[in-house]
C-alpha cells in the first residue's frame, strides 16, 4: 500500500522561507520521479516541482529559482525548500508519485501572509 506523508507547512512571511517533506512507504521508492503540487480552494491542481530517479529537477516558471526539490532516497524522502515565498504561494501543497497511477498525500497547509 502506497502512503504519502507530508510535513512541514506553516506561516510565512513574504521573502520567508519553509521547507516541507515527504515520506513515502510502499513504493520501490528511488526507481520512481516524484513531483510536488498545491492547490488553492477554487483552482485547479497546479505543478510546483519535479525530480527524477537521475535527480534531474524541473519547475515551473512562478516557482523557478526560489523552490528546489531534493531527495533521499535512503530515507525515501523528498523535500521541497521554498525561499523568498510570496503570498501566492500560498496553497496546500501535496506529495505525488505518477506510477504506476497517481498516488497523494494528504496535503499541507501553507501560508504566506505578512
Known amino acids: 500500500q502506497v502512503q504519502l506523508v507530508e510535513s512541514g507547512g506553516g506561516m510565512a512571511q513574504p521573502g520567508g522561507s519553509l521547507r516541507l517533506s515527504c515520506a513515502a512507504s510502499?513504493?520501490?521508492?528511488?526507481?520512481?520521479?516524484m513531483r510536488w503540487y498545491r492547490q488553492t480552494p477554487g483552482k485547479q491542481r497546479e505543478w510546483v516541482a519535479e525530480?527524477?530517479?537521475?535527480?534531474?529537477?524541473k519547475y515551473p516558471n512562478s516557482v523557478v529559482g526560489r523552490f528546489t526539490m531534493s531527495r533521499d532516497n535512503a530515507k525515501m524522502t523528498v523535500d521541497l525548500q521554498m525561499n523568498n515565498l510570496k503570498p501566492d504561494d500560498t496553497a496546500v501543497y501535496y506529495c505525488?508519485?505518477?506510477?504506476?497511477?497517481?498516488?497523494w498525500g494528504q496535503g499541507t497547509q501553507v501560508t504566506v501572509s505578512s
Open positions: 505525488n508519485v505518477p506510477f504506476p497511477r497517481d498516488y
Open positions: 525530480i527524477d530517479r537521475d535527480l534531474k529537477t
Open positions: 510502499g513504493i520501490n521508492f528511488s526507481r520512481h520521479t
